[in-house]
């Protein structure tokens, strides 16, 4: 059998590698491997390994909505913790995930403090996000681990996927934040920081929280 060392493959941006009958121990040593300073992103789902390369443009969008939820949730005073794209893993589900971001909203009380993570004792996020310009995201593997709340974005579009009886279903509204016509409130952020800057739309979307939602 010829073996390869992992500084060997080269993953163009955009493309993926997928790895067969990767057993848990290989994955989690392939994991230590890469390290956390990378820009790779890494799906597990029993024994099949992806390795993915974003695209540029795949992590603009991840930045600018991940900075939007950031200051939504700043504006309603709600408390939060974000842990971007830790790897979430359980092995006795032997399913691991890395997300493009990811927030603890309602259980960011149990997670504060903590530096290491456990999801077989520690609550999974409460709201993950992924950007798909390469189809990579994995529903499967987010359900499994009990994610309450997904969001895609997908071609200049949002969509809400809710867990309910362990699968997903679309909705038009979040479980997080009921009251505000998320996709198209998003859409315009986009479009604003894309033309004004992130800085003039993060501030002009704020001045709309305050105004239209914060104090109604």
Request: proline share 6%; hydrophobic share 40%; glycine share 6%.
């Amino acid at each position: 059998m010829v073996q390869l060392a992992l500084r060997q493959l080269s993953v163009p941006p955009g493309q993926r590698v997928l790895l067969h009958d990767v057993a848990w121990q290989e994955f989690e040593a392939i994991l230590e491997e890469l390290g956390d300073h990378r820009g790779s992103r890494l799906a597990y789902d029993n024994g099949i390994l992806e390795i993915m390369m974003p695209l540029p443009e795949h992590e603009l969008d991840k930045e600018l909505i991940g900075d939007w939820v950031k200051a939504l949730l700043e504006e309603l005073d709600i408390e939060f913790c974000s842990l971007g794209s830790t790897t979430f893993k359980n092995q006795l589900m032997a399913k691991g995930i890395e997300p493009d971001q990811c927030f603890y909203i309602q259980n960011e009380p149990f997670m504060r403090g903590k530096t290491r993570l456990d999801l077989t004792v520690d609550p999974p996020p409460d709201l993950g996000l992924e950007v798909d310009l390469t189809s990579r995201t994995h529903p499967n593997i987010y359900a499994a681990l009990g994610v309450p709340e997904l969001w895609r974005f997908e071609k200049g579009k949002l969509q809400i996927n809710l867990l309910r009886n362990e699968q997903y279903v679309q909705s038009n509204r979040s479980q997080i934040f009921p009251d505000m016509d998320l996709a198209a409130v998003i859409s315009d952020y986009l479009a604003q920081a894309k033309s004004i800057g992130r800085n003039a739309a993060l501030k002009a979307f704020r001045r709309w929280v305050r105004e239209h939602i914060r104090d109604s």
